[in-house]
């Protein structure tokens, strides 16, 4: 009888590697809320869990996305709205970038709160020290 | 003397060496554990975004009214103060407080990440609730 040889682990260990480094680049692709790109602003204090939201999207050039379908200001209230029948609890996060101004965010945070929303939160990073 | 024993060096590791491997790919997991929440979003949660109201008859618990001007300065409690100040400050009025309210409104075209600088700052020094104000009366 053909006595078996020792198991090669190399091969093994190599695709564990791999599979790790696949893991480190996609993880900040897949743990961000949404796939529209935005600069949120630093902060150290971190509410948030991770649960099933409603993101509102704030870009730099002034652009409104809510769950990365872009939307007219004016039609955030009936957007949010519709969404918020399904879960009155749901999270809103509202993702604006940090160069834009504080009174822009505030009416559409206003316009959110108007529609009923119960939990509402600006969403932040944590600075790299 | 004694005799000195020679190391033989000649003779081959059996099997493969896998230690430095098993260390490269422990290094990378604690890496990627530690760097994740750079990449991760979170978030503070803030109150009513409303328009200011001043009634003479209620007794208000807030101590804590922060005030961002266009210019750069910070006004608390109607008082310019440097963020510094504001750093010290902060935790003193609070303590005060019952709610732990922060109240932040702004001029016109203070940029975001200021705000969320303050807002940021206040839950650091104890704040319990957030609110900010669309315009200052």
Avoid at chain 1, 101 to 122: F, M, N, P
């Amino acid at each position: 009888m053909k006595q078996m040889g020792n198991i090669d682990i190399l091969p093994m260990a190599c695709v564990g590697l791999i599979l790790v480094l696949v893991m480190m680049m996609i993880a900040p692709l897949v743990m961000t809320h949404t796939q529209t790109s935005v600069d949120v602003p630093m902060a150290h204090t971190a509410e948030t869990k991770t649960e099933e939201n409603l993101t509102v999207t704030y870009t730099v050039d002034n652009r409104l996305l809510v769950n990365d379908v872009e939307i007219l200001p004016e039609q955030l209230p009936d957007v949010i709205s519709a969404e918020l029948d399904k879960d009155p609890f749901q999270l809103v996060i509202v993702r604006a970038d940090k160069e834009v101004y504080h009174s822009d965010v505030l009416e559409i945070l206003a316009q959110v709160k108007r529609t009923g929303a119960k939990r509402i939160a600006c969403a932040t990073k944590k600075p790299r020290e | 003397m004694g005799k000195r024993r020679r190391l033989k060096f000649d003779k081959k590791p059996e099997g493969l060496i896998l230690n430095s491997l098993v260390d490269i790919a422990l290094s990378l997991v604690i890496g990627f554990i530690v760097t994740i929440p750079l990449f991760f979003e979170s978030g503070i949660f803030v109150n009513t975004p409303g328009v200011a109201k001043a009634s003479s008859g209620d007794v208000s618990d807030i101590k804590v009214n922060i005030h961002l001007l266009d210019n750069g300065a910070i006004m608390l409690n109607e008082e310019t103060v440097s963020y510094e100040r504001l750093e010290e400050l902060l935790p003193e009025l609070l303590a005060r407080s019952v709610a732990r309210k922060v109240i932040v409104s702004t001029e016109q075209n203070v940029k975001y990440e200021r705000v969320v600088q303050i807002l940021d700052l206040a839950k650091q020094k104890g704040a319990g609730e957030l609110a900010l104000l669309r315009s200052r009366q």
